[in-house]
């Protein structure tokens, strides 16, 4: 029993952390905040992963996206001017409506939080852990329900988005 109860205080303590590093990295104006807010969205992510017993989608999203938010540093350091904004008020329309639509988002995941009756919500079933091998056949694989074609095009994404990037920032300066 007490493990059960360690187990949810473990994802709900991930699960805050997940929703307030998000709100942080949206909200935020300076870019390398943004980009450690990020961070530790995807370090909590990926601790969901791990406590699911998925071992592998976890390392990879260490990997992965920990790697990109490095790149992301090196951008946002290298592509953004350092000119000092000056501070602005703190109680702006912005603000208080951002504010309103979060408290009522809470409002709303509250009351459906405590109105529907949650089956199963004890303990996590046991799942087998797929092997590397098939995982590798599914991603890199060319035949149906395999993901060599998306996983292309997201890559020419990626690279043209790295080059615009590149071409709007060399206007620019």
């Known amino acids: ?4 109860i360690l187990l949810k205080i473990v994802f709900y303590l991930l699960a805050v952390a997940i929703a307030v ?11 390398l905040r943004a980009a ?19 071992s592998f989608l976890g390392a990879v999203q260490l ?20 000119d000092k904004e000056p ?11 951002a504010f309103l639509a979060t408290v009522g988002g809470i409002c709303l995941f509250s009351f459906l939080l405590l109105t529907n009756n949650w089956q199963g919500a004890g303990a996590l079933p046991e799942v087998a852990e797929v092997d590397m ?11 149906k329900g ?12 990626l690279l043209a988005c790295m080059i615009g990037g590149l071409v709007i920032a060399r206007k620019r300066g």
């Open 21 to 31: 590093f998000s709100v942080l990295a949206v909200t935020t104006k300076r870019i």
């Open 36 to 54: 450690t807010y990020l961070l530790f969205v995807l370090f909590a992510t990926a601790g969901l992963y791990f406590f699911l017993n998925y």
């Open 1 to 4: 029993m007490q493990e059960v």
């Open 87 to 97: 501070p602005t008020k703190f109680f702006t329309l912005r603000r208080m409506l």
């Open 63 to 82: 990997m992965v996206y920990a790697g990109g938010v490095i790149i992301l540093y090196v951008f946002s350091i290298l592509l953004t001017n350092t």
């Open 146 to 157: 395999q993901y060599l074609l998306p996983f292309e095009l997201v890559s020419v994404l």
């Open 133 to 143: 091998k098939t995982i590798g056949h599914t991603l890199m694989g060319t035949g």
